[in-house]
């Protein structure tokens, strides 16, 4: 009797009721409004799926909320005229793909741009034009070279800064923080290579250190810009590694970007002891990109 009257209560309350949705019953705005929550990475997995999905994850609405709010702009500084104008006649996610894999020079060729293909979060490399080097414009200490682009390892930019030699090495460079992302965690680090004949770098140790002025952030620590062998002892100091351009980088510091504020970034790296005389060394810049655990996809 009881069965019964169980029973009867379900018919009466209809079928039973699931859990899940199919959501490629929405039309295509809503899904695309859902794929431009999620990240660049998922939009791209998401094509796999069905033609419906590809269509809304391919959509210029879902990687418009991928781009940085300023890219057009951003573009619109490119040093060459031509790359602005194929960019800007690209889709959404071409121009997001592009950005990403093909950094682009701005400001009068003084700094690369591009974006973190994990995240989209905007990444600059300022050139060692960009830099302040102490004795840089003095030709018998640094000099000012072009590297051909048949090299494995030509430089992004018009040219480079050699050390001929010096004994008291400091460079650096400044940066308006409002350029970056917000609310993200970022990492300075010294692009370079170092010629066979280069000497000075082996085993001795640099002071690097990153601040932001108004932000009260100071990131300091040790680092060695020679490739040799550590000591157990220096297993916290930083080491180079070597990039897919075919030159060298190595981590000065990092910082939180909380954005909303203009404070100023400053990137410092200097040699504790200046009694030692330096040479061979080539500096294409300062990077600025987020840390890994920021979505940065090296």
């Not at 490629?24 to 990475?41: A, H, N, R, Y």
């Not at 709010?69 to 951003?74: E, G, L």
């Not at 140790?205 to 620590?221: C, D, K, L, N």
């Not at 909303?260 to 061979?280: A, C, I, P, R, Y």
């Amino acid at each position: 009797m009881m069965r019964k009257e169980r029973e009867g209560e379900g018919e009466r309350n209809g079928p039973p009721l699931t859990l899940g949705a199919d959501i490629s019953v929405l039309p295509e705005g809503c899904i695309s409004d859902i794929f431009s929550l999620t990240s660049p990475k998922d939009a791209c997995r998401v094509c796999a799926v069905s033609p419906i999905f590809r269509a809304a994850a391919e959509s210029n609405a879902v990687w418009e909320r991928f781009l940085p709010s300023d890219y057009q702009a951003i573009i619109a500084r490119s040093s060459s005229s031509s790359s602005s104008e194929s960019l800007n006649l690209c889709s959404k996610k071409q121009i997001y793909l592009s950005l990403s894999d093909n950094p682009i020079l701005i400001d009068d060729s003084k700094k690369s741009f591009f974006l973190d293909k994990s995240s989209g979060k905007k990444c600059y490399l300022l050139s060692a034009r960009e830099l302040s080097i102490v004795w840089g414009n003095t030709p018998t200490y640094w000099r000012w070279i072009s590297l051909p682009e048949a090299e494995a390892e030509a430089s992004r930019f018009p040219e480079v800064a050699e050390l001929n030699y010096v004994w008291f090495f400091d460079i650096g460079c400044k940066m308006s923080t409002s350029i970056l992302s917000p609310k993200t965690h970022y990492a300075a680090y010294l692009v370079y290579k170092l010629r066979s004949t280069a000497s000075g770098f082996g085993g001795r140790p640099f002071r690097a250190s990153v601040e932001t002025i108004g932000g009260g952030e100071v990131h300091e620590q040790t680092v060695h810009l020679g490739l040799f062998v550590m000591e157990p002892n220096q297993q916290h100091t930083s080491r180079p590694k070597q990039r897919k351009d075919g030159w060298l980088e190595i981590e000065l510091g990092q910082f939180f970007n909380e954005g909303g504020e203009d404070d100023e970034l400053q990137v410092k790296l200097m040699e504790l002891s200046n009694f030692h005389q330096k040479t061979g060394l080539i500096v294409e810049g300062i990077e600025i990109r987020p840390t890994k655990g920021a979505g940065q996809d090296q």
